[in-house]
């Protein structure tokens, strides 16, 4: 068998990852809010003790 | 996030100027208590990061909200229906939060565990305003937290409606599935079908061909099965319903194209076209997903029940008992709060109402009602507590009943979009070439070109550029609107708004602005003390004037009153301080009628026998409105329908001109009957703009219907779309922009015809051979987006609709 074929398994199987790891995104949700995500990760861990004066 | 120097006279909280208000803490200004509560409470349970995040995030709360609201939420009846899961220990619910809109927000919310010990898992949901809230029952219950979040200014909204309906929507998942596998299946295709374009028969290994011939049919199944299923069920429905619609010649050259490259490839005469399909397939797809984006924070189909109360509280032997608003009975007596909806049809049994009914009816100035009289459903008490007899139940009130004639229930027509109607044609034409041709093959008994031909003619003249050059321009119509806060409900409203020929508004909320009457006084100055007594007079006129004029004097201290006398509809008058005071109309100050035919919206105002000044009370007419009608008056018929009183009349009249319909004193009813009359006998395409639930059956019944709001979040009648009050002075120039649309999907559908017109040009001689095809195929698709693309913009930059704007939202 060339190694074409193998190539071209290979790239599809690639591309198949792909495909599986967008469905998985769109199923999870992560296309229906695009604004928290994004900030949320910029918020802080740590309780800020220190009351606002 | 910007560091500004706060100025002190805003609202550390909302942002509100405060000059007037003298609440402070620390260094920091409030402009009401209701804001100083929610920044005390924030600074106990260290949430202050909550103002580190934005300048002033917060929301006005100059609205005190009632301590025994949320009563209803301890009914368990109740609570079923709003929560989604329980086990006992935890329960799972919901909620729709219209007030969020920043980054603080999306903080605070996350963080609502630090105020309410007993929530587990606070997430928000920012593009559709929601928050799912996890929380233990042992530790605190759905009221309480409903309560936490209200008193952190966010009071969650929660209706019937939202009860009724599941709010869970799955569709647009699907479409995202089918564009994902079409593109990769595409893609793919495309890439095994590229030694065969390169090489003349005979280059490419034999054994190779085969595998490559395999993999692509394997590729290609999904895409015909599963990505154009959609095609194919909208064709079947169409036809069920005699009607041709665009999918029907689609799914017609999707299932020849799939046929014939099946049977090349197994009886081993060619490569097929399947590159070509699920290419068309995968940009059609795309097309329309960007043409269905929907809005997901906005409703476009409330009715009475999103505006009404959940429960109210039914006064049974002297004890408060919340019942759900659908068990109300007739003979019930309820309560009903300041600033709370009245959700039926009742008799004032107890209490000083003052009622506006701006929503339902279109009256700008709240009714004052005696006890005894009849209460509609939809008004908004205004001040203090009342007690009712009810005397319809819910389903049967006045506003309910609007909702159940016919126009509501009936909304399932065939579109008879214009792309509709072009395909018909095309699909007849294309059959008649495609048969012409193959026939002519039949003649000269050459069967094979003439199998040939047949099919190739009908898979080259797809239109698929056609529904391209619709879908495309569609989608980035409604994008641009939707960035200049015009949210249209579905893209045939586009289509809708571009055969519009008449113009309808409303005048209450929808020309001039929500809730604001604007007083203005002219004349001799009024002193310090004058105003005191003026309003101290005022304050004891039931009268809706004196409490507008009252409301903008802004004094609070009483003066005692001596020989004080009310005469309905004329004026006020009493001895204060040792002078004389008459406040009231021109009949009333001077004796004899007025000559210049004031308004009825003006109070003068005497004191002793000096003639002071005037107070008018005029309509706050929102900014641009005049250019607007203006505008829209030169090339289209504009009219203006009112539930309003007619004081108005003459200066609406100088902008429109004496040809065009004012009507002032319409009833909800005759605002439909109104619309019903100019497109049944004047033949109008009728565009209604209107606010309330009294335009709702306007909007309904009008070919489209925008609804006006101040805040995109807020409720809103159902209509076909909702407009941001901020950007009514552009409207014109939406109507403009949306009117270009049309052209450019006949520009691009000439562009389609050309490439149809060469593809032909090679399948009626037998000779279009699969790389052609594949050339043609994605040049014609590209050129048709890249065409929209182009042209929408162009033209939104013509009508000034794109700014440069660096705020992202």
Known sequence: MSVIIIMLIGSIIMAGGFLIAFLWSVKDGQFEDHYSPPRRILFDDTINNKPNK | ?809
Not at chain 2, 194 to 205: A, K, T
């Open chain 2, 1 to 809: 996030m910007s560091i500004k120097v706060l100025d002190s006279k805003t609202c550390f909280h909302c942002g509100e100027d405060c000059n007037l208000s003298n609440i402070h803490q620390h260094d920091k200004f409030f402009c009401c208590d209701g804001c100083k509560i929610v920044f005390e409470i924030l600074n106990e349970n260290k949430l202050c990061t909550y103002y580190d995040l934005n300048l002033n995030p917060g929301i006005a709360q100059k609205i005190i909200i009632r301590k025994d609201k949320f009563a209803f939420l301890d009914d368990d009846s109740i609570i079923q229906k709003i929560i989604q899961f329980t086990d006992g220990n935890q329960t799972n619910v919901t909620f729709y939060l219209p007030q969020m809109h920043c980054s603080s927000c999306l903080w605070l919310l996350e963080n609502i565990h630090r105020i309410n010990k007993g929530v587990i898992i606070s997430k928000v949901n920012f593009n559709k305003r929601e928050v799912f809230i996890v929380l233990d029952n042992s530790k605190t219950s759905l009221r309480k937290v409903v309560e936490t979040l209200t008193s952190i200014g966010y009071e969650p909204h929660i209706s019937l409606h939202e009860l009724d309906t599941n709010r869970i929507i799955k569709g647009s998942k699907i479409r995202l599935y089918k564009v994902g596998v079409a593109g990769f299946c595409f893609a793919n295709i495309m890439m095994m079908s590229f030694p065969e374009y390169l090489s003349s028969n005979g280059m490419v290994e034999e054994s190779i061909r085969q595998i490559l011939k395999y993999f692509i049919v394997a590729l290609s199944l999904p895409v015909f099965f599963f990505c154009s299923s959609e095609f194919f069920v909208t064709a079947c429905k169409g036809i069920r319903h005699k009607f041709l619609n665009i999918d029907a010649p689609i799914a017609l050259a999707i299932m020849i194209t799939f046929g014939r490259s099946l049977y090349e490839i197994f009886s081993d005469t060619g490569m097929g076209y399947l590159d070509s399909m699920s290419g068309i397939v995968f940009f059609m797809l795309v097309g329309r997903l960007l043409q269905e984006k929907t809005y997901q924070s906005i409703s476009f189909d409330r009715d009475f029940k999103s505006f009404f109360p959940i429960a109210v509280n039914v006064v049974n032997d002297d004890k408060n008992i919340p019942t759900q608003i659908d068990k109300i009975k007739p003979g019930d007596i309820i309560k009903v709060f300041n600033n709370e909806l009245i959700p039926v049809d009742c008799i004032l049994s107890k209490g000083k109402a003052e009622i506006d009914y701006s929503f339902v009816s279109g009256e700008s100035l709240p009714v004052v009602k005696e006890a005894g009289e009849i209460i509609y459903a939809g008004g908004r008490q205004l001040s203090g507590v009342l007690e009712l007899l009810v005397v319809k139940e819910v389903s049967q009130s006045y506003l309910t009943n609007l909702w159940n004639k016919d126009i509501f229930k009936t909304k399932e027509e065939m579109t008879s979009s214009i792309i509709h109607v072009i395909g018909k044609y095309f699909t007849i034409l294309v059959l008649g070439i495609a048969i012409l041709a193959s026939s002519y093959w039949y003649y000269h008994n050459e069967y094979q070109l003439m199998w040939n031909t047949l099919t190739t003619v009908l898979i080259v003249a797809c239109p698929c550029a056609l529904l391209l050059s619709s879908t495309f321009t569609n989608g980035n119509i409604l994008r641009i609107l939707s960035k200049n806060k015009l949210y249209l409900r579905h893209p045939d409203v586009i289509e809708n708004i571009s055969t519009i020929n008449q113009f309808v508004f409303d005048k209450t909320g929808t020309l001039t602005q929500q809730n604001k009457i604007k007083v203005t006084y002219s004349g001799k100055k009024l002193n310090e003390t004058e105003q005191m007594n003026i309003a101290s007079l005022l304050s004891q006129s039931p009268h809706p004037l004196g409490k507008a004029i009252n409301d903008f004097l802004d004094k609070r201290n009483s003066i005692p009153i001596l020989n004080f006398k009310w005469i309905d509809g004329y004026g006020i008058e009493g001895w204060i301080e040792e002078k004389y005071y008459k406040l009231g109309s021109f009949e009333f100050i001077h004796g004899n009628m007025n000559p210049n035919q004031q308004n009825n919206s003006t109070v003068f105002v005497k004191i002793e026998n000096e003639v002071l000044g005037e107070f008018k009370i005029v309509n706050n007419y929102r900014f641009g409105f005049n250019q607007l009608l203006n505008d829209l008056n030169k090339e289209f018929t504009v009219a203006i329908i009112s539930g309003d009183n007619d004081a108005e009349y003459k200066n609406l009249q100088t902008i429109l001109g004496s040809k065009s319909d004012i009507l002032f004193n319409q009833k909800p009813l005759d605002k439909l009957n109104y619309i019903k009359h100019l497109q049944q006998i004047k033949n109008m395409k009728v565009m209604m703009i209107g606010d309330g639930l009294n335009d709702a059956g306007a909007l309904k019944q009008s070919d489209v219907g925008i609804a006006i709001t101040e805040n995109s979040n807020n409720f809103s009648p159902a209509c076909d779309g909702i407009l941001d009050a901020s950007q009514f002075s552009n409207f014109n120039h939406f109507i403009k922009f949306i009117k270009s649309g049309k052209r450019t999907i006949m520009m691009s559908f000439f562009l389609s015809l050309l490439y149809n017109v060469i593809g032909l040009y090679f399948a009626v001689q037998g000779i279009l051979s699969p790389l052609i095809a594949a050339i043609l195929m994605p040049c014609s698709s590209i050129s048709i987006i890249l065409m929209t693309f182009g042209m929408t913009e162009l033209s939104a930059w013509k009508n000034g609709l794109i700014k440069h704007d660096n705020s992202h939202v």
